[in-house]
């Protein structure tokens, strides 16, 4: 774990300072390019649909696909925030569904962080409906506290600590997700 930099506070954190700098640029960067060659020696062969979920993946999706070194195709979906007031009912709303056919294709599911799991648990029900060859997760961050996932994160970028990140993607109330590291704030 790097340690916060010293001298000026960034000027992006809205006056916050920064706790513990979890994963670092440089860190986050070797991490993805080895990322890009694990996915990318584990399709041999077929299509491969690269699924963004949005928002909190388009940073990581941007870097990783262009790790990958075979043909792929990228599109986003959008999965309604109920938070937690639908954990009964087992269902997900797409606000916007792929246009994308999954039919036959592998698909490769990106997420910043799995937390408890219920949205990609749910996602991954859903998009089976649709004939895809298979399908599988990938995560930068993953807490390890993930009761409610019923399928294995297949790729994991860092085993994250239990505490609240922002940054690479991630955010807190919309705020800090250009940081170009992960990190905590006081
Ligand atoms: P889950 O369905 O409980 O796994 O929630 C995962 C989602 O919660 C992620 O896509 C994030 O949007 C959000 N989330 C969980 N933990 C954090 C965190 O530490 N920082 C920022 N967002 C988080
Ligand atoms: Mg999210």
């Known amino acids: 774990m790097s340690v916060a930099p010293a001298g000026p506070?960034?000027?992006r954190l809205l006056g916050r300072a920064v706790k513990r700098i979890a994963y670092g640029a440089p860190e986050i960067e070797r991490r993805v390019h080895e990322l890009g060659e694990e996915i990318t020696a584990a399709y041999p062969d077929g299509e491969l649909l690269v699924l963004g979920l949005?928002?909190?993946s388009f940073v990581f999706l941007a870097d990783l696909v262009r790790q990958i070194r075979r043909p792929l195709q990228v599109d986003f979906i959008v999965a309604s925030s109920y938070g937690y007031d639908t954990a009964s009912s087992g269902t997900v709303n797409l606000v916007y569904d792929p246009e994308t056919s999954l039919e036959e294709k592998h698909i490769l599911l990106v997420e910043d962080i799995v937390d408890s799991g219920r949205t990609l648990s749910r996602l991954v029900d859903v998009l089976q409906t649709r004939g895809p060859k298979s399908i599988d997760i990938c995560a930068l961050l993953h807490?390890?506290?993930a009761a409610e996932l019923r399928y294995p994160t297949r790729f994991i970028g860092f085993d994250a600590p239990n505490?609240?990140?922002v940054g690479y993607g991630l955010d807190h109330?919309?705020?800090f997700r250009h940081l170009p590291y992960v990190a905590s704030l006081q």
Do not use: Y
Request: hydrophobic share 40%.
């Open 9 to 11: 506070a960034d000027p």
């Open 143 to 145: 807490k390890h506290i």
């Open 54 to 56: 949005l928002k909190g």
């Open 173 to 175: 109330a919309e705020d």
């Open 163 to 165: 505490e609240f990140l």
